[in-house]
């Protein structure tokens, strides 16, 4: 069976109260390499583009094409 893993929340609003639609329109996305063969896609929450201050979207795995499993937020919900 195949699963996408994406992670989106449609409440979910950054410090400054934008939402991840209104962060990725704003500031964008990037990528970054979590560990040799893995990167994670983000959207940024403000405009100093920091993946500190980022929301992940996604794991990948470079060598199978996959996206990896992830949990993510927990504080307030699992997205698995």
Sequence with gaps: MFRKY???D???HNK???TLEECDKLYGRGRQTVKPGF???VV????EKTFGYSWCLKVHN???GQNVPVRLY???KVYE
Excluded at 44 to 47: A, V
Aim: aromatic share 18%; net charge negative.
């Design 6 to 8: 994406h992670y989106w």
């Design 10 to 12: 449609s409440n979910y």
């Design 16 to 18: 400054e109260g934008q």
């Design 39 to 41: 990167v994670m896609d």
């Design 44 to 47: 940024f929450l403000s405009k």
């Design 62 to 64: 470079l060598k199978t």
């Design 74 to 76: 927990e504080k307030d």
